[in-house]
């Protein structure tokens, strides 16, 4: 197994980098900040950019806790990975990495001087100063339960590989320990969503309640419907649960997992 090491100081753009640098040395598979990512898929691990604290970030980081080194480890045993990309601050985090993951401990350092120029490493540093913003090398959808919650936005740019343009997504997160991370949203707020939702798109049903059940990963709504007169509730319904999802998570950042309708007062056709 080979192991290449990308190394820069922190926000100094090595996440952004990272697919570049992986398309450029043929590699499949990044350790970056707590999470295992093989062929641009979060398989196992859990994002620094979770924790509260940067100390407790830095320990994640570098897979301090037992439970989920393990869990990584496991995962690198499975796969059939033969180059892999750490990220990291310094020579002294890839080491605990190497350690912590029992990978080989011959290893080349790449650092981020050698793949960026000078403006974008100040400008990469100017985003984590003003706007406490991380990249995650990885698509949104591979995130967005794990972040429900968080500021996340996407940006795309391309890669050449095996003498292909391809097109590449990386997430931006503001974690919790930057100034802005985590947020809270009323149910309320999800409620008067959801009845907005109902009464624009159609007269035949109305909102009578909704329950929110918070989850690590995200939330389940339950929304009670008054059913005004007969209609096709297999179409409307489901047109309806995937309408409040997507616009749920639009404006709250919010992953919801599951949308569940319950009709009240259904009048039966008889024939």
Do not use: W
């Amino acid at each position: 197994m080979d192991i290449f090491c990308l190394v820069g100081k922190s926000g100094t753009g090595k996440s952004f980098k990272a697919m570049h640098v992986a398309s450029q040395y043929d590699i499949d598979c990044i350790i970056d900040d707590g999470l295992l990512i093989y062929k641009g898929r979060v398989v196992a691990g859990v994002s620094a950019k979770k924790e509260k604290t940067k100390m407790a970030a830095v320990k994640r980081a570098i897979f301090y806790e037992e439970e989920h080194r393990r869990s990584v480890l496991e995962k690198l045993k499975e796969l059939p990975i033969e180059r892999i990309l750490i990220i990291a601050t310094s020579i002294n985090m890839v080491e605990h990495i190497v350690s912590a993951l029992e990978l080989p401990n011959n290893y080349e350092v790449i650092k981020i001087e050698d793949v960026s120029t000078k403006e974008e490493i100040e400008l990469a540093r100017r985003y984590r100063i003003r706007e406490g913003k991380h990249v995650i090398p990885v698509p949104v959808f591979e995130v967005k339960k794990s972040f429900s919650g968080y500021f996340l936005d996407s940006i795309k740019n391309f890669i050449i590989r095996d003498n292909k343009k391809q097109d590449v997504e990386k997430t931006i997160v503001r974690p919790t320990f930057s100034y802005l991370g985590k947020f809270t949203i009323s149910e309320n707020v999800i409620k008067d969503i959801i009845a907005y939702l109902i009464n624009k798109e159609t007269n035949k049903l109305n909102l009578d309640s909704a329950k929110i059940n918070q989850e690590e990963e995200g939330i389940r709504i339950t929304v009670n419907v008054i059913v005004n007169e007969i209609c096709r509730l297999d179409d409307l319904g489901q047109n309806l649960m995937k309408k409040i999802k997507e616009d749920v998570e639009y404006i709250t950042g919010i992953n919801v997992l599951n949308i569940r309708f319950v009709y009240r007062d259904l009048r039966i056709r008889q024939v």
